[in-house]
């Protein structure tokens, strides 16, 4: 297992853990994508790169090439924005 910095590559992987991630809590509060389209649990794959040609520092952490965690920093004092298991 190993942290590695997220390539534009694996936006698709990690699209699929943190809207995973998310999803219990989007149910618990009976949130959808019509009521509430910024929710993270329903972030498009353009919200993802639109991150990386950003100031956000995203990483993964990685069983073999299986991402199964997630995270996203902002380049400004390292404030975590995300976080996905």
């Not at 952490?61 to 976080?83: P, Q, T």
């Amino acid at each position: 297992m190993m942290i590695k910095q997220i390539q534009a590559s694996a936006l698709e992987n990690c699209l699929s853990v943190i809207r995973e991630s998310f999803a219990s809590v989007a149910k618990k509060f009976n949130l959808t994508e019509e009521n509430c389209p910024t929710h993270t649990s329903f972030i498009k794959l353009r919200d993802l790169e639109n991150h990386m040609n950003s100031s956000y520092l995203m990483y993964g952490y990685f069983d073999n090439d299986r991402i199964i965690s997630y995270v996203s920093l902002e380049n400004k004092g390292a404030m975590c924005l995300s976080f996905a298991i």
